[in-house]
């Protein structure tokens, strides 16, 4: 029965644009929650490009759900959830370049840095998800280095050009979820999923939250962030009863 988690990293964009109080990612959570979201995610960047520490500490306090924080695996945001302790923590990769993330954590690569960084976080008390590709190296590493979950990274299918594609990446990611699954990891999926493909990856089922923040922001501009997620749990709930 996949929940929803509503990214309000984008609401903070906005505001910081024009380097004002307004729009509050804290009252765009609140209505968030209010319409249904079960849980509420940030991404707090090393380059501060969104999401401020002021954001982190006011939404620990206000947040009714489940609050996820992303970061990437450095001493400094390592320091911030120890202090901040947020239901759950996903690592990401970061570039200081990059519009929004590219892709999946090398877990294979920086595997002994995230047992270390996974370990500190557990201890405490911080479930840990890893975002990931749908590549089973990395799915079998992420569990091999203690991760609690992984979060599926649905870029690729949500960017596919053609139909072909679109199967083969959905294809991935069905082979993602079983394999996690059969490992004991939580599931989670999310990066460029909207109101339109979201359908095929609710259809695989074995994701237990969805992480949605761009689509939902985007629609909230125009008919309001209650109605933008209420559309949204809508989708996901229609499929629990499938």
């Known amino acids: 029965m996949p929940k929803l988690g509503v990214n309000v990293d984008h609401v903070a964009t906005i505001r910081q644009a024009r380097g004002i109080n307004d729009p509050d990612p804290v009252t765009a959570a609140a209505l968030a929650e209010l319409a249904g979201a079960e849980g509420i995610t940030i991404h707090l960047r090393e380059d501060r490009r969104h999401i401020q520490d002021r954001d982190v500490t006011l939404l620990r306090q206000t947040i009714k759900t489940r609050m996820n924080l992303e970061m990437a695996a450095t001493d400094e945001m390592v320091g911030i959830a120890l202090e901040v302790l947020p239901d759950c923590v996903t690592l990401v990769p970061e570039k200081r370049e990059e519009l929004t993330t590219e892709g999946g954590?090398?877990?294979?690569?920086?595997?002994?840095?995230?047992?270390?960084?996974?370990?500190?976080?557990?201890?405490?008390?911080i479930t840990v998800s890893l975002f990931?590709?749908?590549?089973?190296?990395?799915?079998?590493?992420?569990?091999?280095?203690?991760?609690d979950a992984i979060e599926i990274h649905t870029g690729s299918y949500c960017d596919a050009k053609t139909s072909e594609l679109k199967r083969s990446?959905?294809?991935?990611?069905?082979?993602?979820?079983?394999?996690?699954?059969?490992?004991?990891?939580?599931?989670?999926?999310?990066?460029?999923?909207?109101?339109?493909?979201?359908?095929?990856?609710?259809?695989?089922?074995?994701?237990?939250?969805?992480?949605?923040?761009?689509?939902?922001?985007?629609?909230?501009?125009?008919?309001?962030?209650?109605?933008?997620?209420?559309?949204?749990?809508?989708?996901?709930?229609?499929?629990?009863?499938?």
């Not at 954590?105 to 008390?125: I, N, T």
């Not at 990931?132 to 991760?147: F, Y």
């Open 105 to 125: 954590l090398d877990v294979s690569m920086h595997r002994h840095m995230l047992k270390k960084q996974l370990g500190l976080l557990q201890h405490g008390g």
């Open 169 to 242: 990446e959905l294809r991935k990611i069905e082979t993602a979820i079983r394999a996690a699954q059969k490992l004991g990891l939580g599931v989670n999926a999310g990066h460029g999923l909207n109101y339109t493909n979201i359908a095929p990856i609710l259809a695989l089922g074995g994701v237990e939250e969805f992480n949605i923040g761009h689509s939902i922001v985007s629609r909230a501009v125009l008919v309001g962030m209650g109605r933008a997620v209420s559309e949204m749990v809508s989708l996901v709930k229609a499929q629990r009863t499938v």
């Open 132 to 147: 990931v590709d749908p590549d089973l190296e990395q799915i079998k590493t992420a569990h091999r280095v203690g991760a």
